[in-house]
């Protein structure tokens, strides 16, 4: 197993920069994921790390080697494209052996490999289809094995999951999850969808406009936040803007308390909770929780197992409170009912920017 290290590392397509110094650190063995909106420079970072771009500046390390710009195919990695890119005149078995075959491992000792790749991600029995008789999911899982047969230093994925139904995604991911860990291979994941990054990675890195603004694990970047940017895309965030008083942040008339450490008394701040921490709770109600906001209930979204409840706050500020459908918190409340939003502060984040 080898890790990855990016240095400095800069990309520019004419005046636009696409990646402004980036450094970045894949642990070897472990599953990180590059989380980005659209133009944010995360798969040009994948494909600097793969080799089919070489950047302008800084260095890329694969274990102990310096191959910033050694070609594509000098590199030991293996690649699942988005579109899976399997040849449609091949079968499964020899889809999965074209690796094997042009690094010189033919016949047998390909077939061989190539099964035992097959077997790990379940798809025994399925050598003599061709890839049109496959569902998505299985031609999902061709590309994989046909990326891990070759033994490669490092897995690049691309989006891979993206071409598949919610719950086949869904199934993917748990499927993706296991054969990592039991290959262990230092993994690198682009996606743009949160809940696939929570869900599979070691890591996260955000990325916006060519620069990584946060990374770390995913339940710290999502519990602890540190910009604003961080806190909506990874997730959804209420936010609030007030004045840092001695005794915490005034917000809309009321006094916010925050266990997180804030600036100066009289600078301004902005704060995000996350919509599941609060709690709505009847007008004037006393409760245990160290915040508490009036609000006007606007609109109830009953999505099965969860609620979403949209308020306007005081100041006019849209806020957001997602509720379980057990006792359902906000049960009883209706459409322009005047509640109280509860909620601690330890969960009152303030923002970096």
């Known amino acids: 197993m080898s890790g990855v290290e990016v240095t400095a590392?800069?990309?520019r397509y004419g005046a636009?920069?696409?990646?402004?110094?980036?450094?970045?650190?894949f642990e070897a063995g472990r599953f990180t994921s590059l989380l980005g909106p659209s133009g944010s420079g995360k798969t040009t970072l994948l494909r600097i790390v793969a080799g089919f771009v070489i950047p302008d500046e800084g260095e890329l390390r694969i274990g102990a080697a310096e191959v910033t710009r050694v070609p594509v195919w000098k590199r030991r990695i293996g690649m699942v494209f988005q579109s899976y890119a399997l040849f449609p005149h091949m079968t499964v078995l020899e889809n999965v052996m074209f690796g094997l075959n042009r690094r010189g491992v033919r016949g047998p000792s390909a077939a061989k490999e190539a099964r035992e790749a097959l077997e790990m991600v379940r798809?025994?029995?399925f050598e003599a289809r061709s890839p049109k008789q496959l569902s998505g999911g299985q031609q999902q899982r061709v590309a994989l094995a046909r990326a891990i047969v070759t033994k490669p230093e490092v897995?690049?994925?691309?989006?891979?999951l993206s071409a598949l139904d919610r719950r086949l995604r869904q199934e993917m991911q748990v499927e993706l999850k296991r054969i990592q860990r039991e290959s262990g291979l230092t993994t690198i994941f682009v996606t743009h969808d949160q809940e696939e990054a929570l869900t599979?990675?070691?890591?996260?890195?955000?990325?916006?406009?060519?620069?990584?603004v946060q990374d770390g694990v995913p339940g710290e970047i999502?519990?602890?936040?540190?910009?604003?940017?961080a806190a909506g895309f990874l997730g959804d965030a209420n936010f609030l803007e007030g004045t840092v008083t001695a005794s915490g942040v005034e917000v809309?008339?009321?006094?916010?308390?925050v266990a997180g450490k804030l600036p100066a008394a009289g600078s301004k701040v902005t704060l995000a909770v996350r919509p599941e921490k609060m709690t709505i709770l009847a007008p004037n109600t006393a409760s245990s929780f160290e915040n508490a906001l009036p609000a006007t209930l606007r609109e109830v979204i009953y999505a099965?197992?969860?609620?979403?409840?949209?308020l306007t706050g005081a100041d006019g500020r849209e806020l957001k409170v997602f509720a379980q459908n057990r006792a359902q918190d906000g049960a009883g409340f209706q459409p322009g009912a005047s509640v109280t939003l509860g909620w601690s502060a330890a969960h009152t984040i303030p923002m970096e920017d």
């Open 123 to 125: 798809l025994t029995g």
């Open 200 to 212: 599979l990675s070691d890591r996260i890195a955000i990325l916006d406009r060519g620069r990584i």
């Open 222 to 229: 999502y519990e602890r936040p540190r910009t604003r940017f």
């Open 9 to 11: 590392v800069s990309k």
């Open 155 to 160: 897995l690049l994925l691309d989006e891979p």
């Open 252 to 257: 809309a008339g009321a006094l916010v308390r």
């Open 16 to 25: 636009a920069t696409v990646l402004d110094r980036i450094t970045a650190s």
């Open 304 to 310: 099965g197992a969860v609620s979403t409840y949209l």
